[in-house]
Antibody
Framework: EVQLVESGGGLVQPGGSLRLSCAASGFTFSSYEMNWVRQAPGKGLEWVSY????????YYADSVKGRFTISRDNAKNSLYLQMNSLRAEDTAVYYC???????????????WGQGTQVTVSS | QSVLTQPPSVSGAPGQRVTISCTGSSSNIGAGYDVHWYQQLPGTAPKLLIYGNNNRPSGVPDRFSGSKSGTSASLAITGLQAEDEAHYYCQSYDNSLSVHVVFGGGTKLTVL
């Protein structure tokens, strides 16, 4: 069974930092591209960042570019999101999301974690 | 606002059919990229509902179907049930922006 379990969320002051982790199991983690997607309170889904299966290709949403860093450790089956210079508008539930990349489901997210809450407030 | 446009809300009575539209542009849906749909029940993570425009993952009832034409896509739900009340999001890829994937703003389905 595919499982994605996020951790590391919490309350942080503006300007502070947090590191989110996502523990993957039930599949060959090193074969899949991964994403972070967030959802602000009462709002829709917002893509945050992408990392290829090897970690060699990375993309960020403009809203987090220069402040967030995505990484992965395939030996530990783990995905990370280092978040620096946090702002109030970064307050959201952050989801770890597996991307399926076969031709029938190109750029689609077939599994999501349960999410971890990040609250940026003084 | 979102790159893909969805109506904020739709509603229908049990047993009825409802559709949710998703309008994009020539750099995403109109460029030929597939549309995927997600269902988010209250307090839970999103779940893949339709992939590749009109395919259902195992376990998704055939009451749910998708279609795509031009720069738009639609999700149809027939035989509406109370448990279908949720938020629905469309998603695609956009080749014009510095993004990887784009989502619609979401549609809240209310079962009357």
């Amino acid at each position: 069974e595919v499982q994605l379990v996020e951790s590391g969320g919490g309350l942080v002051q503006p300007g502070g930092s947090l590191r989110l982790s996502c523990a993957a199991s039930g599949f060959t983690f090193s074969s899949y591209e991964m994403n972070w997607v967030r959802q602000a309170p009462g709002k829709g889904l917002e893509w945050v960042s992408y990392i290829s299966s090897s970690g060699s290709t990375i993309y960020y949403a403009d809203s987090v570019k220069g402040r967030f860093t995505i990484s992965r450790d395939n030996a530990k089956n783990s995905l990370y999101l280092q978040m620096n210079s946090l702002r109030a508008e970064d307050t959201a539930v952050y989801y770890c999301a597996r991307e399926r990349s076969d031709l029938s489901c190109l750029f689609c997210i077939d599994y999501w974690g349960q999410g971890t809450q990040v609250t940026v407030s003084s | 606002q979102s790159v893909l446009t969805q109506p904020p809300s739709v509603s229908g009575a049990p047993g009825q059919r409802v559709t949710i539209s998703c309008t994009g542009s020539s750099s995403n849906i109109g460029a030929g990229y597939d549309v995927h749909w997600y269902q988010q029940l209250p307090g839970t993570a999103p779940k893949l509902l339709i992939y590749g425009n009109n395919n259902r993952p195992s376990g998704v009832p055939d009451r749910f179907s998708g279609s795509k034409s031009g720069t738009s896509a639609s999700l149809a739900i027939t035989g509406l049930q109370a448990e279908d009340e949720a938020h629905y999001y469309c998603q695609s890829y956009d080749n014009s922006l510095s993004v990887h994937v784009v989502f619609g703003g979401g549609t809240k389905l209310t079962v009357l």
